[in-house]
């Protein structure tokens, strides 16, 4: 061998072979995470359960989501993402009987029901960013999702699921709608320091051409995990592949709250049912209810700038009651401003352009596993009635006159 | 052919050499893109875990 064992490290250390391997390392990240998460590589996906969410430290990323689509809809399928909070994630339904498996058993083999609602997430938050992303590749869409009457949505999204708006809008894969431009201009005025953006946007667009979160999910998914969470807290489970973690929520049925309910529960309970509706509505004399003009006005004027108009009419927002195990303390005062602020709410959904509806009202206590998530059976009420909207609402787009001639 | 056994053995060895540093430096280049896409990944998370809580 003609390499002397004194050389220099310079005589074996080739910086320009090392570049080249560098060079080559990032690009095969970035093109492997592009390929895997383009089509997707959650097999039985049924919903981010805790141990694939944020508070376990995953992050679906924007294009792991798109990939979850690909997987399981096809081009002549009609696409129903759900989104929204906890109560339409089905937090207290067992993955087998959750009501999105309710809801794609009614609608049948012509739709392809996924369910991207987050705990603690709003109806612009997860699912609503996927729908706008995959318009023009499953324009054949309806998105679905849940609210509280005047509770203001957020065009931006919200934390911790913000990072998926941002990641869509740095990427240029939302629309360029004016109205949710100013909102979110107003937002970051207000809310997000000079620094943060530029820190925000150089992570999205460097993550746009290196494709680090959506590698790592992969990896994290199909592997092995690498951090550690309040949900994974102790070795080797910590960094087992989250794969390996099954959808085991928790089951309402086995034990409903209603049964278990303390006295200081029900009382924390009925103050927030009574100021579910109570901080919209003022008296206008001894036996009626007026909304205040301000929160129609401030309620429309986000609600229209949330999601862009070409999008909204396939949105469907469904106004969720309480459980008549908190309703049937209220006084017949108070209800009736109840009723109203859900009629008035829906009115405002539909005066923004979206559709919207609630459900509940012919509910019972054991349909309910708290204040406001669903058991099992109200689950399968729930996917009743948001089945018969969303069919009328494939109806009116013509999207039952696609033949199902296209076969995977 | 003892001789040529010989020359063979450090032909091959002259060649090796350049190419088995070029493989190192290669797969250090490798290993240091991997370091550093898991750096930026890491970075990106949040510093603590998202806490939900039905209200």
């Known amino acids: 061998m003609n390499i002397n064992p004194q050389a220099p490290a310079a005589a074996i250390f080739r910086p320009r072979v090392f570049l080249t391997g560098l060079i080559l390392g990032l690009v095969a990240c970035a093109l492997t995470a592009r390929i895997i998460s383009h089509r997707g590589y959650h097999e039985k996906f049924t919903r981010f359960h805790v141990k694939i969410s944020p508070e376990a ?9 798109c990939g979850i689509v690909r997987a399981r809809c096809r081009p002549d399928q009609v696409l129903v993402i759900i989104g929204g909070n906890s109560i339409l994630h089905g937090v207290g339904q067992p993955a087998d009987r959750m009501w999105s498996i309710e809801l794609q058993r009614l ?27 995959l318009r023009y590749e499953y324009p054949q869409q309806i998105y679905v999702a849940n609210a509280a009457p ?66 790592w999910n992969w990896v994290g998914y199909q592997y092995f995990f690498t951090i550690q969470s309040p949900h994974t807290p102790d070795f080797p489970s910590a960094i087992w592949a989250r794969k390996k973690f099954r959808d085991k929520e928790d089951n309402f049925d086995e034990q409903p709250s209603y049964q278990r309910s303390t006295f200081a529960s029900t009382a924390i309970e009925m103050g927030i049912v009574r100021g579910f509706t109570s901080l919209f509505y003022q008296r206008v004399d001894s036996d009626g209810w007026k909304l205040n003009p301000q929160s129609w ?70 349909d309910y596993g708290d204040r406001a998530h669903l058991t099992a059976a109200g689950g399968r009420k729930l996917a009743a009635v948001v089945a018969a909207k969303v069919q009328d609402m494939a109806k009116d787009f013509d999207y039952m006159k696609v ?6 | 052919m003892e001789k040529i056994t010989i020359q063979i053995r450090q032909h091959l060895l002259s060649w090796m050499g350049p190419m088995f540093f070029s493989i190192i430096s290669l797969g250090a280049g490798f290993l240091i893109a991997l370091v550093l896409h898991y750096a930026l990944y890491r970075m990106g998370l949040p510093s603590k875990p998202f806490i939900y809580a039905a209200f």
């Open chain 1, 297 to 366: 006005d401030a309620f429309l004027r986000v609600a229209r700038g949330a999601i862009p108009d070409d999008l909204k009419a396939r949105t469907l927002i469904m106004l969720g009651r309480n459980s008549p195990y908190y309703l049937k303390n209220l006084t017949a005062d108070e209800t009736a401003r109840d009723n109203l602020a859900y009629q008035d709410g829906a009115a405002a959904w539909r005066a923004a352009g979206y559709m919207s509806a609630e459900y509940g009202r012919d509910f019972e206590a054991r």
């Open chain 1, 107 to 133: 609608l049948g083999d012509r739709f392809v029901v996924i369910n991207f609602a987050f705990r603690g997430a709003l109806c612009t938050d997860g699912g609503a960013v996927v729908a706008e992303v």
């Open chain 1, 403 to 408: 033949s199902l001639k296209w076969k995977k």
């Open chain 1, 57 to 65: 430290n995953y992050y679906p990323t924007l294009e792991e989501m």
């Open chain 1, 150 to 215: 005047f509770n203001l949505p957020a065009p931006y999204g919200l934390e911790p699921y913000r990072y998926l708006f941002w990641s869509a809008r740095n990427w240029g894969l939302l629309e360029d709608f004016a109205p949710r431009n100013e909102l979110v201009a107003e937002f970051l005025q207000t809310s997000v320091e000079d620094a943060r953006q530029v820190e925000i946007r150089g992570a999205d667009l460097l993550d746009q051409v290196l494709r680090f979160r959506d590698f």
